[in-house]
């Protein structure tokens, strides 16, 4: 099987690529490695991808890809996005709209001509916003409260449209707080670390009371290639979440115990855009996909925090 893995610079996407790689699969990696971060952030991340005789990388945008690229592509993983929900307000929208709508747009249009088995979509929790019952399942009407998530659930109904229209074969995965070694810089977890080891003040927007569902970086990688690889699910979408609901004042007492270190905590006002809770219904999932996360946080938090040190 032939791979093409978009975002494959990226953080979940060197992941996804390197377990691609070492089952021996060729990968085409696309990154137009925009600066949202330190590009060298990202070619770190794929440093020992380059030596695989298997990987070719392509730096270039999405939304430029024609047949030519994915000749002989079996399945895409279609992980590139312009990430950050604090960042998705006013001007800074039309990387938005350009990386992760028109690039999704373009990137099915091409694979309407070409016979794929499978079209991965990378969707995110941001789509569901405030949600009165959790765990939230896939039925839950979407109702993002950000523009980062407007723009995810776009491409998640351009996959349905191609799907329904043209049987491009879409699975869109909705990923739940994914975290562990390689995370971008801007997410908390990576953050509070930094902040622990190098003694810094720790910021908090809200009480801490704000909950999530933390997905470790294998059990993401793990659904992904279910997704890619059970027949019948076409169409579908799924929840993909670690299998706790944590506060963000426990997570920080858990990466005490780990650093042993104290953070010095400072609490800010809350942010524009972040839902005050997610916790994924991940039963569709493990009935269909046969997905079950098998991370606990606490040894997830403890490979980060060796990977940061």
């Known amino acids: 099987m032939k791979y093409l893995v978009t975002g494959a610079a990226g953080f979940i996407g060197s992941h996804l690529t390197r377990a691609l790689l070492h089952g021996e699969s060729s990968v085409i990696g696309v990154d137009n490695f925009t600066d949202y971060y330190e590009r060298k952030l990202k070619e770190a991340n794929i440093k020992d991808l380059r030596d695989y005789s298997n990987f070719t990388l392509l730096d270039m945008d999405v939304a430029e890809l024609s047949e030519r690229e994915l000749e002989g592509v079996g399945v895409v993983f279609h992980q590139a996005a312009q990430a950050g929900v604090r960042k998705s307000w006013g001007k800074s929208f039309d990387a938005y709209t350009h990386n992760n709508i028109l690039a999704t747009q373009k990137l099915l249009e091409v694979c309407r001509s070409i016979p794929l088995e499978r079209f991965v979509y990378a969707s995110s929790s941001s789509v569901y916003g405030e949600v009165a019952e959790l765990p939230v399942s896939e039925k839950a009407y979407p109702q993002p409260v950000s523009p980062y998530g407007v723009s995810k659930l776009a491409g998640e109904h351009l996959g349905n449209l191609y799907y329904y229209n043209y049987d491009v074969p879409v699975v869109s995965l909705r990923y739940f707080t994914v975290y562990g070694p390689g995370q971008r810089p801007d997410m908390a977890f990576n953050i509070f670390i930094r902040s622990l080891l190098e003694d810094r003040p720790l910021y908090v927007f809200g009480n801490g009371e704000q909950t999530r569902d933390f997905t470790y970086i294998d059990d993401a990688v793990t659904a992904n290639l279910a997704a890619a690889d059970v027949t019948g699910v076409e169409g579908k979408i799924f929840n993909v979440g670690g299998g706790s609901q944590v506060t963000v004042n426990q997570i920080i007492a858990i990466l005490e115990e780990i650093t042993e270190r104290k ?23 493990r009935h269909l996909l046969g997905f079950v996360p098998r991370v606990d946080l606490r040894y997830g938090l403890q490979r980060q925090v060796a990977s940061l040190k």
């Open 263 to 285: 953070a010095r905590v400072e609490f800010q006002p809350p942010q524009k855009g972040d839902p005050r809770h997610t916790f994924a219904d991940t039963s569709s999932a």
